[in-house]
């Protein structure tokens, strides 16, 4: 068993979930991360030089056999879990109003049934070492947007958290929200084009997901709501 933390975060080749990989890797952890593309998954495991604290793994997030088989491999890896970061996430801008059906599935399975599925599957492990869970939610999730599908499924991972703190912060395992406001992403590709005005980095949002991380034992933060200077809502 490693001496060092173990985190492990969903779709973690590339954009937030890579920053805050990177960043964890530079503070001592060992890191697990999961995403879809197995060439991505190389790619930068290549760009970080091959460390032997980083280990990729091809899962489907919302996939409750993939997780759970991205779990094991973490602990027989490295033999403990200490963190799990629910990163994974579709964006669209598609209305309920007039919108296509057939293009929301992904998204709803991926935003929402991800980050329960990965609670489910870390959950003894995480009691074990009285660890934490961070899932990254939205603004979206804390303000309304007409029509959004993308905005409702961050405000069930705003409900999610609680839920999910109040379930088990008796097992000593810490559960935060960290809702970033407008970042960096290619999901903006998804969504139009990126928005006027300043924009947050991933590196940015990532150091607050390292930052709840990090945090001493016995210390739960809850909410994190992340918006660069000149974003009014």
Not at 80 to 86: E, G, I, K, P, Q
Not at 114 to 121: D, H, I
Not at 184 to 201: K, N
Request: charged share 20%.
């Amino acid at each position: 068993m490693t001496d060092f933390p173990v985190t492990l975060i969903t779709g973690g080749s590339g954009g937030l979930g890579a920053a805050a990989a990177r960043l964890l890797m530079e503070r001592g952890h060992r890191v697990a991360i999961t995403g879809r593309d197995r060439v991505r998954l190389d790619r930068f495991a290549e760009d970080c030089g091959r460390p032997d604290g980083l280990l990729g793994l091809v899962a489907d997030a919302s996939g409750p056999e993939a997780t759970q088989s991205a779990v094991d491999a973490a602990l027989q890896r490295y033999g403990r879990l200490d963190a799990v970061v629910a990163n994974a996430g579709v964006a669209m801008s598609d209305s309920i109003v007039d919108g296509d059906p057939s293009l929301w599935q992904e998204m709803v399975l991926t935003n929402v049934l991800g980050p329960a599925v990965l609670t489910r599957a870390s959950m003894e492990a995480l009691k074990a070492s009285r660890g934490r869970i961070v899932m990254v939610g939205s603004v979206a999730g804390v303000i309304y947007a007409p029509g959004s599908l993308y905005g409702a499924t961050k405000w069930a991972v705003t409900g999610l958290a609680e839920n999910t703190r109040r379930a088990v912060t008796g097992h000593g395992v810490g559960v935060t929200l960290v809702a970033p406001g407008r970042m960096e992403t290619s999901f903006w590709d998804d969504l139009g084009g990126p928005p006027e005005g300043s924009m947050l980095t991933a590196r940015q949002v990532a150091e607050s997901i390292v930052w709840a991380v990090c945090q001493p034992r016995g210390v739960d933060v809850n909410t994190l709501v992340v918006r660069p200077i000149g974003q009014p809502v």
